[in-house]
């Protein structure tokens, strides 16, 4: 300011004095047209900051509005169970997670998420299967030994005030490199309804719309890859609507090109799956809060791979070809004192799915995890499936599992689990994992 002062006091004292300024030097005038230049420069560049400025933060209050993830209305104590980029140790509302994950305006957001593993298990993971379900080749906990985890690198931002957009990429542990989510979203939808557009992990049940790290355990629940094959993705449409009221209530529905499991590749025109969920939510105090829904996916498969296996374990190749329908419910609640996540908190979590194809299968997982320390958790999880075609056996697992995070971009866990998964086939599984975050990442969901 200082400057801007001496160099504004010598264009007024050139001005006051024009016999002085008519006498002066060539040199003396070249140099008052050289502050006046400076001057107008520093004018024009502090304008051009200020303009630039209020563009980023008129997108960035455009995405934030937005209900890419969970939003202001969603219930009040935060998670747990937040990922290692997003530890229980930093306390983020819902409504703090909207203003946070909204994707950065102008300027690309880039983050790596890096994850591995050590796991011993009593039995080779070749065999692995769930008796009475047909599951996918890369459902299951994953090879012996060391390995990397399923890591990734996602580039996020605004493109302009009406859409943002998102490019995540996993690397596989055998380098393997897929698009996991390449998505757009419509920011300025009429009436809170928020498109989303492209490659996007489905809204279908509660844990399917999280990414690998931000998970409590290890590996997905024996439901998820019975039902969902894992995890579910969608190619296609999102429409999701926040109704304008004090308790939470979200709608919304889906509609892709039924490539996943359950599903499969059909080469033909049209939707080739449908989904529609609906969650409701609040607050119990300042301490409590709690999260429902259900879910409901329709897809078809055609003539689809399916390996089952009779008692004896012998492999049977049985292709399917038909409609597949399942639906889901789910429940989380959560307690902070006071609000604060920050010292201790607990969250309770709970989904269970039924699926009607070759017959009406059903299935589900409950868990808890304890914060007791700022920077520690401990966490048990109990599965169990009914798969109706072999009476008498259900597959089901019990887990426990323990993590430490240091700080809000490291988390190590240890896991241990004792699966029966088939007749004769119980699994001792055990979990040594890392992840590690680099880069900016936005908060995650409820």
């Known amino acids: ?104 305006a102008f300027n690309p957001a880039i983050s790596a998420i890096l994850t591995g593993n050590y796991v011993n298990l009593s039995q080779d993971p070749a065999r692995y299967r769930l008796s009475g379900f047909a599951i996918p080749p890369d459902a299951g906990p994953g090879r012996r030994g060391f390995s990397i985890g399923e890591s990734e690198l996602t580039f996020s931002a ?71 094959g894992g995890q579910y993705r969608n190619d296609g449409v999102q429409l999701r609507w926040i109704a304008p009221t004090e308790q939470y209530v979200e709608l919304g529905g889906e509609a892709g090109n039924g490539d996943a499991f359950p599903g499969n590749e059909r080469n033909r025109n049209g939707f080739g799956s449908g989904i529609a969920f609906a969650r409701t939510g609040g607050d119990i105090g300042d301490s409590h809060s709690w999260l429902a829904g259900v879910s409901y996916l329709r897809t078809r498969a055609d003539a689809r791979p399916d390996v089952l296996f009779d008692a004896s374990g012998t492999p049977i190749d049985d292709p399917f070809t038909g409609s597949s329908r399942t639906w889901g419910t789910m429940f989380v609640w959560k307690y902070a004192p006071h609000g604060n996540p920050r010292e201790r908190n607990f969250k309770l979590q709970a989904e269970y799915f039924w699926r009607n194809e070759r017959d009406q299968q059903h299935g589900g997982y409950v868990q808890g995890v304890y914060q007791f320390m700022p920077t520690w958790r401990a966490g048990l999880r109990y599965d169990r499936l009914d798969p109706r075609a072999l009476e008498g056996f259900n597959p089901e697992r019990s887990t426990a599992m323990v993590d430490w995070s240091p700080s809000e971009f490291a988390r190590i866990r240890f896991q241990l689990a004792r699966a029966k998964l088939a007749p004769g086939f119980a699994d001792n599984e055990l979990f040594l994992q890392y992840i590690l975050s680099i880069g900016a990442h936005g908060a995650h969901k409820y």
Not at 15 to 38: F, G, S, W, Y
Not at 40 to 57: D, F, G, H, P
Request: charged share 15%; glycine share 6%.
């Open 1 to 104: 300011m200082g400057r801007i002062l001496s160099l504004s006091g010598a264009l007024a004292l050139a001005l006051c004095h024009p016999v002085a300024a008519m006498a002066a030097t060539d040199r003396e005038v070249e140099e008052i047209r050289a502050q006046i230049r400076e001057l107008k420069s520093s004018y024009e560049a502090r304008i051009q900051a200020l303009e630039q400025r209020l563009k980023e933060m008129e997108a960035g209050k455009a995405a934030a509005s937005a209900p890419a993830v969970t939003p202001a209305s969603a219930p009040a104590v935060t998670s747990a169970s937040a990922p290692a980029v997003t530890p229980a140790s930093a306390p983020v509302t819902p409504a703090q997670a909207g203003a946070q994950s909204s994707l950065s």
């Open 158 to 228: 605004n493109v302009d005030p009406f859409f943002s957009g998102a490019l995540t990429f996993s690397i596989a542990p055998d380098n393997r490199v897929e698009v996991e989510e390449a998505y757009g979203l419509y920011n300025r939808g009429l009436n809170g309804i928020v498109p989303k557009f492209g490659r996007f992990l489905s809204a279908v049940g509660y844990l399917n719309e999280q990414h690998a790290h931000a998970w409590d355990f290890a590996d997905t629940p024996l439901a998820y890859q019975a039902f969902l």
